[in-house]
């Protein structure tokens, strides 16, 4: 909703679908040429490190005229980690 000149589209890198490829392929063919992968994850564990660059690399070797981008993950952010100690501290009881 924030930004309505972006196709956003949600990809699994495992055990669900879309995966990634099939998100990008999506993407591709209503014309996107610039695609920024957003890892939503909590921090820099093996998906990110390992499993998620190799998928990219796939990708941009399907689609060698599009600009695959890799974001930090999320937990990375320190907005994002502030809104989560927010929401921690929120949900602690009252003494």
């Not at 990219?56 to 937990?75: F, I, K, Q, T, Y």
């Amino acid at each position: 909703a924030p930004r309505p000149d972006a196709s956003v589209r949600l990809a699994f890198l495992e055990l669900m679908t879309p995966n990634l490829a099939d998100a990008v392929a999506d993407l591709v063919s209503q014309g996107c040429q610039d695609v920024t992968v957003v890892p939503v994850f909590l921090g820099q564990g093996g998906h990110v490190r390992r499993d998620l660059p190799v998928l990219a690399d796939a990708c941009r070797s399907a689609h060698p005229g599009v600009a695959l981008r890799l974001s930090a993950a999320v937990g990375e952010d320190d907005a994002v980690l502030q809104a989560l100690a927010a929401y921690c501290a929120n949900e602690v009881p009252h003494a």
